[in-house]
């Protein structure tokens, strides 16, 4: 129904316009000054009036100040003198020095062409950040090729989407093998260095734990797997048989003497029986599994590098078998390092190599690096949480070396021999040989955060968030993308309590690891020793907007705390099906703290009307992300309508509830089937305006879901799982923004304007009633239909008027 058209106000309060302007205090003389009985009377006044190229004027301001996304940072953190996010692949001119590539995990492929010291993203428009492996045509370094998809599978290892080629140095780019390639990742590229448009990948499964909780069901993730070939470039891809299994394959190397000769690790990450190394001499068309004392049908993921020095000495790595997901939700059980092997008659015969046993630490399915100098055919490096060195072919390592970062995946060798490694921790340089390791990651936003960002009530600047494996950071700093590291771990979800802004809490990972500042966030003590069970990797927990001395933390069951985060005790009973599964997401009401929602990771949403002593199962099969999400929005005024997100493909993605989750109602529209983790609802709007932090950026909908855009050409199109709405309001004022933390490339900003900031210039006034009544009756467009029932009528322009005059 239409706002009633606001009295009284004359043609004094907007005189001085001109033009348009001028029309809009002649609209107020007959609605306002005049008193007009009927609508009918005021739009036929208003249709009489001749401002067309006026309004094109008005239209092109408006379009010229649209909203637009302002990188804030990490770039890099404190912590680790410069630590960037994870990077799965490294790659270095044969010729320059000062050039590298790297594939970031989830923050796609980045140039530097001073040795790291600034980067530059190559791949933000292509369709998905998540990268695995990179290669350069060894006959034209400008012809490079990216997988997409990161096989290191972890959980948060996502998905690919073909293969990326640019032929002018990263400048411009196509996608390959899609439809061959999609919803599985890589594990390595070679290209022929004498037939270039001869191309191999190593593809494998995406994601950690048995059910690949990487690939978010993709539809293709069960498709093939193992070593692909092409004759032309990349444009067609064959699978390579000839004794070669088609399971995941890890690793591949070429001779480098004799490129016909070819080596290709088959790792299942779960075991295999077909798992060990190959070999074959007539270029990829035959393979033969290689014994001499290599385990054949044993062990996980095998990593292999021929010396470049000395073409029949060869180097491997096995890790253990994985099983399970992992408790707490990490992403996977077991794990380890099987061993290293070393061959000196091309693979005929193996010895094994010394490596220290506590370098997998339980995830050399994750990181299970081996490389060797180029030069010294005996110096040779393994990398799993820590790297070490061995001078002497693996009879006996260094102890750990000072990397800058646990967690190593990558590394190449520059044109000058120097070691450049990819970590948990982005970009690391040596010029020693690992002795020392300088971090090149400025400016590198790459970072990934978990969900849980939070802001402080009163300082625009100041935002918390935990990343994985670089611990909670603070941004403090308007003018630099540099943000303070303030604690460790894995970081997850933060809370500032919003009444007393110096009490802050963080936490990583594990039952119970909840840590709480008073002052401002110059120290984190512990906060409780209470709290024990079952667990997501990061626990979700809340402080209650009504009264910050309570609060709520999850495990497998809800917890509540009446002392600010001292003691907590378990108010509800088990929320799952049992081991070993736990609450993911947690929401609680703004407004009436005793509805509260709860997601776990057997796919059941619950709700409660009691303060989450009780809850109701509201739905299950909600296939989701194991680890901490915020997929639960509660409303802010309405405690009984719920926004869900659905993070995995072919399913809904949008869902909403009026009814504390009783019945939902699917608002995907024509939104994209593609994962969303984080719903915003911003109700200011009569149709309230959507926000969704998809798989590939943040979309909007101005209709309730009808109809979906991509919310800003210059966001990246990489992993989204956290957005923040801090709306402006009529009788509050306030921020207006949206932030979004992203899976890979940091967080970012956007101004979101009031409903009646037509002309988004940050104040309503004057000018934006002009704007709308211009556009109004002018062509419809840019926003005309202000009520958002998909016509543009006289209730639009009373509901604008109703609106700017509430």
Request: aromatic share 10%; net charge negative.
């Amino acid at each position: 129904m239409a706002t009633p058209a606001p009295k009284g106000h004359k043609f004094s309060d907007v005189q001085g316009l001109s033009g348009v302007r001028g029309a809009a205090g002649a609209f107020f003389v007959c609605v306002g000054g005049n008193g007009l009985a009927t609508w009918g009377e005021a739009w036929h006044t208003l249709g009489m009036m001749r401002f067309a190229s006026a309004v094109c004027v008005l239209l092109a301001a408006s379009a010229a100040q649209a909203q637009m996304w302002t990188a804030i940072g990490p770039a890099p953190i404190t912590n680790f003198s410069g630590a960037s996010g994870r990077v799965a692949a490294v790659v270095c001119s044969p010729t320059d020095a000062n050039k590298w590539f790297i594939g970031a995990c989830d923050g796609g492929v980045w140039r530097t062409t001073d040795a790291g010291m600034t980067w530059t993203p190559l791949t933000d428009g292509l369709p998905t950040t998540a990268i695995g492996a990179l290669a350069l045509d060894p006959t034209n370094e400008n012809v490079i090729y990216a997988g997409s998809g990161e096989g290191n599978f972890a959980n948060h290892s996502r998905y690919g989407l073909g293969m990326y080629k640019s032929v002018d140095g990263g400048a411009t780019w196509v996608v390959l093998g899609a439809a061959t390639f999609s919803g599985r990742s890589f594990g390595r590229i070679l290209v022929h260095p004498t037939n270039p448009q001869r191309v191999f990948a190593a593809v494998v499964g995406a994601g950690g734990g048995p059910e690949r909780f990487g690939a978010k069901r993709h539809p293709q993730r069960t498709g093939a797997r193992g070593v692909f070939v092409s004759a032309d470039g990349g444009v067609t891809w064959m699978p390579v048989a000839g004794g070669l299994p088609a399971v995941d394959a890890t690793d591949l190397e070429f001779d480098p003497v004799d490129p016909a000769v070819m080596y290709a690790g088959i790792g299942h990450v779960y075991g295999d029986a077909a798992n060990g190394i190959y070999k074959s001499s007539d270029g990829g068309a035959t393979w033969a599994r290689l014994g001499g004392g290599i385990p054949e049908g044993t062990g996980g993921r095998v990593d292999v590098h021929v010396a470049r020095s000395n073409r029949e000495r060869v180097y491997a790595n096995f890790a253990i078998v994985s099983g399970g997901i992992g408790v707490g939700g990490s992403s996977v059980s077991g794990g380890g390092q099987l061993g290293g092997f070393v061959s000196v008659n091309s693979g005929a015969t193996w010895g094994t190599m010394s490596v220290p046993s506590g370098l997998g630490a339980s995830q050399q399915f994750y990181n299970n690096l081996i490389t060797v100098s180029p030069t010294v055919e005996t110096t040779v490096f393994v990398g799993g949480v820590n790297v070490v060195r061995s001078d002497n072919a693996g009879g006996t390592f260094t102890g750990n070396l000072p990397g800058h970062h646990p967690d190593y995946h990558a590394a190449d060798w520059d044109a000058s021999g120097r070691l450049v490694v990819g970590n948990d921790g982005g970009i690391g340089l040596s010029s020693d040989l690992g002795a020392t390791f300088q971090s090149r990651n400025a400016g590198l936003q790459t970072l990934q955060f978990y969900a849980g960002l939070s802001t402080h009530p009163t300082d625009d600047t100041i935002v918390y968030g935990g990343m994985q494996d670089n611990g909670t950071a603070r941004r403090s700093d308007p003018n630099s993308r540099t943000w303070t590291s303030v604690f460790g771990g894995d970081g997850g979800w933060t809370q500032i309590d919003q009444r007393d802004p110096a009490r802050i809490f963080v936490e990583f990972q594990g039952a119970g690891n909840l840590f709480r500042s008073t002052n401002n966030g110059q120290g984190f003590p512990r906060a409780t020793s209470s709290i024990g069970g079952r667990h997501a990797f990061l626990p979700p927990f809340l402080i209650d907007a009504t009264d910050s001395q309570r609060m709520l933390y999850a495990t497998e069951r809800v917890w509540e705390s009446l002392d600010g985060g001292s003691t907590f005790v378990p108010v509800s009973a088990d929320l799952t099906s049992g081991s070993p599964f736990a609450v993911r997401a947690l929401a609680m009401s703004r407004t009436e703290p005793r509805f509260v929602y709860a997601v776990t990771n057997d796919h059941r949403v619950l709700a409660s009307e009691d303060f989450g002593r009780t809850f109701v199962t509201r739905a299950t099969e909600h296939y989701g992300w194991p680890r901490v999400t915020r997929e639960v929005t509660v409303d802010r005024d309405d405690p009984r309508t719920v926004y869900v997100a659905g993070a995995t493909f072919g399913a809904a993605h949008v869902r909403r509830s009026r009814d504390g989750g009783a019945t939902f109602e699917t608002l995907d529209g024509d939104l994209p089937d593609v994962p969303v983790q984080v719903i915003e609802a911003d109700d200011r709007w009569i149709t309230p305006r959507l926000y969704a932090g998809a798989d590939d950026g943040v979309y909007m909908s101005r209709d309730g879901g009808a109809h979906w855009v991509r919310l800003g050409v210059e966001f990246p199109h990489v992993a989204v799982i956290d957005l923040i709405l801090e709306p402006t309001r009529m009788a509050t004022p306030g921020r207006g923004r949206l932030i979004a933390a992203t899976q890979g490339r940091g967080a970012w900003l956007m101004p979101v304007f009031a409903p009646t900031d037509f002309n988004e210039d940050g104040v309503t006034d004057p000018d934006d009633l002009a704007d709308y009544i211009g556009a109004f009756f002018g062509m419809g467009g840019a926003g005309a239909d202000f009520n958002g029932d998909g016509l543009v009528d006289p209730d639009d322009l009373a509901d604008y008027i109703g609106a700017f005059f509430g």
